[in-house]
């Protein structure tokens, strides 16, 4: 069989309405082949893509189901030429039920086998996706190596580790990046104040008051919400900043209190947020759902569990797991510059190891392997 072959659909799929964008480029690393349908060879077998960038599309059945699609690629699906590759990769989805509903009514529109629908998103809590054929893939993983390399951040390399290696002081202990004020990023920042910890980081949080959502107004008191934005940086908190590589920020902070962008019931969804401590040679602790460090483990990845407290990750109450970090902050913020320094040496084989993880994850071709058992089988 040849290479799987993705390809556009901006003139086939004539629904205006629906929130789906044609971004090719994403799987660009993986030397997959893109052509239009009419350009495909007949002994060839292809994936048609349909990308959501808006996670509402699953929230609106009715819309959904207005998909059009070519009686060319009906038949070849029917004939098993071809299957149809869903891509949310840029967001997750918490509650899934409306993912399995709108796969049955667009196999019983079209009159094809549901199970050549797949499902690609960056969420790793696989058993929630056992009704639905599923791929898991971080395609943040891949922006971030491909901006490690194509914006020169590789450079950095050796300033991080020497400044490791000479005990360099840095001004505050930890950083900690809030774009988003969502309440569980917003809960964290109000605890770090009310436990007077915020002095010790390098803490951003946006947005203006009257710019947040309705119920996290109702959970903070005026006197924290009127602080915000909060930027040590003069940073525009109102732009999606996921492409921002500030290596000063990590040179500045010991280690990264990582915010990821969710933290729910049943989901592990790792953004651009881990990737560039990993990037950056900085020890880690994530504001995520619980398993989130054993994800990353199956990954390849390191953790800290020699230097920190991890049992925060096994911890299923959410309310729970925010204390114990908090806890973990804490006593690293009663270290001495000196102990922190000795720490970070300490950790710099595991840094390096984490690293080198990063980047040789890139040629990695177990994401091409998994669609091609899907389309095969």
């Known amino acids: 069989m040849k290479d799987i072959i ?52 699953f929230n609106d059945l009715k819309k959904a189901s207005e998909l059009s699609l070519s009686k060319i690629l009906l038949d070849d699906i ?42 690609c998103s960056g969420d790793y809590s696989l058993d929630k996706y056992k009704n639905v054929n599923y791929i898991a893939f ?14 020169g951040i590789n450079t950095s390399r050796i300033q991080m580790k020497r400044s490791i290696q000479n005990k360099t002081k840095r001004s505050k202990v930890f950083l900690n990046y ?18 007077n910890l ?26 924290f919400l009127d602080t915000l934005p909060i930027s040590f940086d003069d940073s525009n908190l109102e732009k999606n900043l996921f492409l921002s590589l ?36 900085h020890p880690f602790i994530v504001i995520a759902e619980a398993g989130f460090l054993k994800q990353l483990k199956s990954f390849g990845y390191k953790t800290f569990s020699k230097w920190f407290d991890e049992s925060y990750d096994k911890e299923p109450d959410k309310n729970k797991r925010l204390d114990l970090l908090i806890n973990e902050v804490k006593k690293i913020t009663e270290m001495t510059h000196e102990e922190l320094q000795n720490m970070l ?13 990063f980047l040789n994850r890139g040629k990695s071709k177990q994401f091409k392997k998994q669609l091609k058992e899907k389309l095969i089988n």
């Open 6 to 57: 993705i390809f556009g659909y901006d003139k086939i799929i004539k629904n205006k309405d629906l929130a789906i964008k044609s971004h090719m480029q994403l799987f660009n690393w993986f030397d997959i082949k893109k052509k239009i349908i009419n350009q495909i060879d007949v002994k060839d077998k292809y994936y048609f893509t349909i990308d959501i960038f808006d996670i509402n599309f």
């Open 78 to 119: 029917r004939n098993r030429k071809a299957k149809i590759l869903v891509l949310c990769c840029t967001e997750t989805i918490v509650h899934i039920k409306n993912i399995y509903k709108i796969f049955d009514i667009w196999s019983k529109k079209f009159n094809i086998p549901m199970n050549n629908i797949i499902f």
């Open 246 to 281: 500030e290596k000063k920020d990590f040179l500045n902070s010991y280690i990264s209190l990582v915010s990821e962008s969710l933290v729910a019931p049943t989901v592990i969804f790792p953004t651009e947020k881990i990737w560039k401590s990993i990037m950056f040679l």
């Open 198 to 223: 915020f002095k010790y980081g390098l803490v951003s949080l946006g947005w203006k008051k009257e710019l947040l959502e309705p119920h996290v107004i109702k959970s903070f008191p005026d006197s």
């Open 345 to 357: 040496v300490e950790m710099l084989p595991t840094l390096k190891y984490n690293l080198n993880t």
């Open 138 to 151: 971080s395609i943040f993983e891949y922006w971030m190596r491909s901006a490690y390399i194509n914006r």
């Open 178 to 195: 809030n774009r988003r004020p969502t309440f569980d990023r917003c809960n964290l920042v109000y605890k770090l104040k009310q436990q």
